[in-house]
């Protein structure tokens, strides 16, 4: 893969709860997102590929069925050179859906950059990305320190789902600045050198 490629982005929405606020936040991301070249957008909605939630011992081959539904997901993360995390905050933390999509993947987190997109009320989500750093740190991933954080977002955005505010604008550049950068570094490293776990 050439380094002037585009990196490729695997958006991952959390949220799976009906009147979920998340393909608002989620279709403004990917509105940055599509206004560089240097950037290639899937987003792997979890409401929309569910994943089992019962984990095999380790060791055991999953049951019947679950290669089938992982198959609508693992892929598309494997081939990923970043991620972008859309989670709101439930109860101080992340959703069990993106928990559970997080917890059936391993490899495919290794080595690569991880950035997120938090939504919620007072706190935009913010407690809910700090408890992922420390999964994706587990997981072999390097977690971006730029955010995205919609505090009360509601409010935030217009009946046709913009958001006419630069400052957000303008952390949405960081962010992804930063998340190119990385992604670029560890997909060269990779290149020379096997990810070693």
């Not at 019962?54 to 970043?82: H, N, Y």
Request: hydrophobic share 45%; proline share 7%.
């Amino acid at each position: 893969m050439s380094s002037s490629d585009p990196l490729r982005v695997a958006v991952l929405v959390g949220s799976t709860r009906e009147g979920r606020f998340a393909p608002v936040v989620t279709r403004w991301l990917t509105g940055q997102l599509a206004q560089r070249a240097d950037l290639f957008a899937d987003v792997v909605d979890l409401a929309e590929t569910p994943l089992p939630t019962v984990l095999p011992a380790f060791g055991e081959q999953p049951p019947p069925g679950t290669a089938e539904a992982l198959a609508t997901v693992s892929p598309r993360l494997a081939a990923a050179d970043a991620f972008v995390l859309v989670t709101p905050e439930y109860n101080h933390s992340f959703p069990a859906s993106l928990k559970n999509a997080i917890d059936w993947h391993n490899t495919e987190w290794h080595g690569k950059p991880v950035a997120f997109v938090s939504y919620g009320g007072l706190s935009g989500g913010l407690r809910a990305v700090e408890q992922l750093r420390v999964v994706m740190a587990e997981l072999n991933a390097t977690t971006i320190r730029n955010t995205v954080s919609f505090h009360n977002a509601y409010g935030a955005f217009d009946a046709d789902g913009r958001v006419d505010d630069p400052a957000v604008d303008a952390a949405a550049k960081a962010m992804l600045d930063q998340l190119t950068w990385w992604a670029h570094a560890l997909r060269d490293a990779k290149s020379r050198r096997p990810y070693a776990a």
